[in-house]
């Protein structure tokens, strides 16, 4: 065998699942794609968010919690073992309501979501209590105030990307990129896996190849479902420090560019949209109208991995057991929770008692 | 580091800008750039270290010659010919989002 | 607005298909970032008219007067101090001018965009003091500045040897001049013949070497230039037969050639080529000058360096080109073949298989502490360990540096970044890929996008 485990697919979750697998002593090795592939690992916003997630979904709001809290430490280990810097912070994180409705509808889906949290998870701040907290800023008229979770944060996902791929190698791992996988073929024990590149031999293999999983894990009696919408970002010239929390398309990063996002669209074009950076534009400066004289270095645009209820899927084969997807949306936030969380479920036979809400057999009731 | 040939033949400059605040005389057909070659200590200061660069190509491609003109940052200096009363400020590292 | 033909860049190659193009009766909008027409060889070509400059600035320069007065003859639209930013399908042009944006549309598109000095990094070539020979020279078309104190030039190509002459005509002063040029090779010599053919053009190089021979001092074979000091260019030192020499020095002047503006149509998706002798990628254009994406036309340096005469004759054959696209009702072989414009090219042309011949990019491999991306301060040597981590490929790079990130977008290391990239993979450098070339093309205001009128999201 060449490796224990065979990731197929660097992205932040592959990445994430394997950085954690092998701090555990596996041996692993992580395949990645062709350099035009898509990539939401290197497009995404990268904001660690809980307020909002799962708000009818039990099991995905507990596991984004989780991942959550363990954010904090997650990223100092990786830090340590990758040697390289990566820009976290977790001072909570706002949603920004412009006029009484927005405040009005806020509000309402907070107290649902508070109602049934142990402890209130979501705060509605009024103008002046931002204007307190955001001394720096000053906002637009129409701004009634946000919503404040204290468990939200924002991490450089560039960074954070490549930290996981250094940490892996660091723990005598590998990525071997330009390694496209066709298929996984089930051998008498483990697997075998195949590509133009060549064949490596694992005894299990997780496929999380973003929008590329369905193709590679569906032939093998599994049932990963999920859709796709582009999503635009803007990043500006960098600023001095004057957003000191992050919020939900509105963000200022340690290096002081801001960074705007993003749209959701039904294409899939993979260019991005002057029109597109207007409704962004707009929407920023009616919040803070002195971005008004800041200047959009870069627009972007990547593509979201979207489960039909939102929730991550992660399943195993029925006919190939040892054989694994995991996708999801948010993969910058859940990443602490793969590393310590799923990888090990998965490895360890616990995914059907621990994770089963994620099973990919919820698609046909 | 650079004159104008025009200083020697002229009696009077064409126009008078203001660099950092100080009365600075101008030729026709300098641009923003030309004097941050020609007055000290005005240069753009980098978002990244803070060290100091000045203009570097002069046709639009580098960024080195970053700004602050009339009250607009983050202006490329050399596209941007000198107007007479024009106020050039150093354009230091990150800069501020005005309050 | 609307209009049949949008030109971007009122150079040589610009104006001469916006003329071509307003003959045939089509109607055309030039659109260029400098505040007059000209381009970067005709810079402020009209204003200098009744300068002291004009005489020194040569014969060359000096026949900028008519083009320009042709191209405002002409009446064609024509939007000085406007940077495009934006190019959509449909052909959409974004453009800023006085702080506010607005998007005119187009059947058809001339990126007459031109040529940027090629980017060299080397020790010291951020610090204050240290330029571009074209810079220079763009300094001295636009207010008649000379540099002052000791001046060194180091480089290769008519260019620095142009300016010099210039300079001197002027009473200004070269304290040293380093020739970075390699060695004629039998093959550079081998175009000869043909360069006889550009008799003017070549005798006019000579007398620039002899000039400058005459003025001062002619520094060959150096290896690691380094320029020193701090925060301000004080020294530059360089070896030479094992011996490090150093001088003091007030300004440093480099050039090693230009190469064509590919963000525009890098952006537009438009297939490009790799010159493995001038290390540079061009749009591919069939005969029209029109590139893989229809309706998207290229002429002059953009498509390649051919110099101002190429650049003429490439925007009138492009003018045609489009004219044909636009199915108007003319023939447009017939008028290519009776205005002779191939031949034109043909002589136009002659000098360029010896220059480039003669001045090829260097190749030394940049040092480990040298920055290369100048915006975001990315050295060498971080882009060599993060090629070492990730795939051949520059956006790797890119995402794990920074590099490429800032402002100017890529243009000043871009190449620099393939050829680290190409470098620790052991590839041939015509391998990798350039940038993801992403909009904007230049930094524009995010309230001028906010009060754009009239976008569709
Ligand atoms: C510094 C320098 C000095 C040179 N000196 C000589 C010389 O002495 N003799 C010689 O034969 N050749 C010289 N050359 C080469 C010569 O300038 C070119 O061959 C010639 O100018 C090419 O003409 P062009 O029309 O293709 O491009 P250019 O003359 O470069 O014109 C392109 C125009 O496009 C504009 N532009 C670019 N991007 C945008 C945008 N996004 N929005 C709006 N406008 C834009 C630019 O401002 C420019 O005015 C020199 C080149 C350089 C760089
Ligand atoms: S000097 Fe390079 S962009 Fe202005």
Redesign the pocket.
């Known amino acids: 065998m060449d490796a224990d485990i065979i990731v197929i697919g660097a992205g932040v979750v592959g990445a994430a699942l394997a950085f954690g697998l092998a701090r555990d002593g596996y041996k692993v090795k992580v395949l990645d794609g062709k350099n035009r592939d898509l990539r939401a690992a290197r497009a995404n916003f990268g904001l660690v968010w809980v307020q909002g997630k799962g708000a009818d979904a039990p099991a995905y709001r507990r596991l984004t919690h989780q991942s959550a809290e363990l954010w904090p430490r997650f990223c100092d280990e990786l830090a340590n073992t990758a040697q390289v810097q990566v820009d976290y912070a977790n001072p909570g994180g706002f949603h920004y309501c412009l006029g009484d409705a927005e405040f009005e509808n806020r509000a309402a889906l907070a107290e649902r979501i508070n109602s049934t949290a142990k402890t209130p998870e979501i705060d509605m701040l009024s103008r002046q209590d931002l204007e307190k907290m955001v001394p720096a800023a000053s906002f637009g008229p129409e701004v009634t105030g946000a919503s404040y979770c204290r468990l939200d944060g924002h991490v450089n996902p560039l960074q954070l990307l490549d930290a996981l791929h250094k940490g892996i190698a660091a723990q005598g791992g590998s990525v071997l990129f330009r390694h496209p996988v066709s298929d996984v073929k089930p051998l008498a024990t483990g697997f075998a896996v195949n590509g133009p590149a060549g064949t490596l031999t694992a005894r299990y293999v997780i496929i999380a190849a973003g929008l590329g999983t369905p193709d590679l894990a569906n032939s093998h009696d599994m049932d990963v479902q999920i859709s796709t919408t582009r999503g635009q970002i803007l990043v500006t010239e960098r600023l001095d420090p004057f957003l000191p929390f992050p919020a939900s398309g509105l963000r200022q990063t340690a290096e002081g560019t801001v960074m705007i996002g993003a749209t959701q669209e039904h294409t899939s074009d993979r260019g991005v949209s002057v029109g597109s950076a207007t409704t962004l534009a707009r929407r920023a400066t009616r919040i803070i109208p002195a971005l008004a004289s800041v200047r959009l270095v870069r627009q972007w645009s990547g593509f979201r991995i979207l489960p039909p209820d939102g929730s991550p899927i992660y399943a195993q084969s029925k006919s190939a057991p040892g054989l694994f997807a995991a996708v999801c949306h948010s993969g910058v936030t859940l990443a602490a929770a793969h590393a310590a969380i799923v990888g090990p479920a998965m490895i360890n036979g616990r995914l059907d008692s621990e994770l089963s809400d994620f099973s990919d057999g919820r698609f046909h009731v | 580091m650079f004159r104008s040939v025009m200083a020697g033949l002229k009696e009077q400059a064409d126009m008078t800008v203001y660099v950092n605040g100080v009365e600075t005389p101008a030729w026709d057909g300098e641009t923003v750039a030309s004097i941050l070659l020609r007055v000290p200590n005005v240069g753009r200061q980098t978002p990244v270290s803070g060290e100091t660069r000045l203009p570097y190509c002069?046709?639009?491609v580098c960024f080195e010659c970053l700004a602050v003109v009339d009250g607009v940052p983050s202006v490329q200096g050399c596209?941007m010919p000198l107007k007479d009363g024009m106020r050039i400020e150093r354009q230091r590292g990150r800069r501020e989002v005005g309050q | 607005m609307s209009y049949d033909v949008v030109v971007?860049?009122?150079?040589?190659?610009?104006?001469?298909a916006a003329v071509q193009l307003a003959k045939l009766g089509i109607s055309v909008c030039v659109?260029?970032?400098?505040p007059a027409?000209?381009?970067?060889?005709?810079?402020g070509v009209e204003r200098n008219a009744t300068s002291p400059v004009f005489k020194a600035l040569?014969e060359?320069?000096q026949k900028g007067s008519s083009a320009t007065a042709a191209f405002h003859a002409a009446g064609i639209d024509y939007q000085p101090a406007?940077?495009?930013?934006q190019i959509e399908d449909g052909w959409k042009v974004f453009?800023t001018a006085e702080g506010k944006s607005r998007c005119i549309t187009a059947k058809a598109i001339l990126l007459?965009?031109?040529?940027?000095?090629r980017p060299v990094p080397f020790a010291g070539w951020t610090l204050p003091g240290v330029m571009?020979?074209?810079?220079a020279?763009?300094l001295l078309k636009s207010g008649g500045m000379l540099p002052e104190g000791d001046v060194w030039i180091a480089g290769a190509g008519?260019?620095p040897l142009?300016?010099a002459t210039q300079l001197l005509e002027l009473g200004g002063k070269v304290a040293g001049y380093i020739d970075t040029s390699q060695k004629p090779s039998l093959k550079a010599l081998s175009h000869l013949p043909a360069a006889w053919r550009d008799f003017p053009g070549l005798m006019k190089g000579l007398r620039w070497i002899w000039k400058l021979r005459r003025s001062g001092k002619l520094v060959r074979n150096t290896r690691n230039l380094r320029a020193t000091g701090d925060g301000q260019l004080r020294q530059i030192e360089w070896e030479s037969n094992g011996k490090t020499r150093k001088r003091d020095v007030g300004v440093l002047l480099v050039h090693e050639g230009?190469v064509p503006?590919i963000?525009?149509t890098m952006a537009l998706g438009c297939d490009h080529d790799w010159n493995d002798q001038q290390k540079y990628f061009a749009p591919r254009v069939d005969q029209w000058g029109e590139t893989s994406r229809k309706g998207i036309f290229v002429?002059?340096?953009?498509?390649g360096?051919?110099?101002?005469?190429?650049?003429?004759v490439?925007?009138e054959i492009a003018g045609l080109g489009i004219a044909r696209f636009l199915n108007i009702g003319i023939d447009a072989e017939k008028l290519r073949r009776e205005a002779a414009l191939d031949d034109g090219r043909k002589r136009a042309m002659a000098l360029r298989p010896l220059l480039d011949a003669l001045y090829t990019p260097p190749q030394t491999p940049i040092a480990d502490d040298v920055v290369v991306c100048r915006c975001e301060e990315v050295t060498a040597g971080r882009i060599r360990e993060a090629a070492r981590a990730s795939a051949p490929d520059v956006g790797a790079v890119k995402a794990a540096t920074r590099c490429g990130m800032g402002p100017c977008q890529g243009r000043q290391c871009g190449y620099s970044v393939q050829a680290l990239v190409a470098e620790v993979n052991n590839l041939p450098v015509g391998d990798v890929r350039f940038f993801n070339i992403r909009p904007p093309?230049?930094p524009v205001t995010l309230g001028e996008i906010a009060t754009l009128q009239d976008v569709e999201a």
């Not at chain 3, 971007?8 to 001469?16: H, K, N, S, V």
């Not at chain 3, 000209?38 to 810079?43: E, F, M, N, V, Y």
């Not at chain 3, 406007?82 to 930013?85: C, G, L």
């Not at chain 3, 360096?305 to 003429?312: E, H, L, N, Q, S």
């Open positions: 002069q046709m639009g596209l | 971007i860049g009122a150079g040589p190659a610009g104006m001469a659109v260029d970032e400098q027409p000209g381009g970067q060889i005709w810079r040569g060359d320069y406007a940077q495009v930013w453009l007459a965009n031109g040529a940027q000095e571009t020979v074209g810079a020279q763009i008519p260019l142009l300016y230009v503006r963000h525009e002429a002059g340096d953009a498509g360096i051919g110099g101002w005469k190429v650049a003429t490439s925007g093309l230049k």
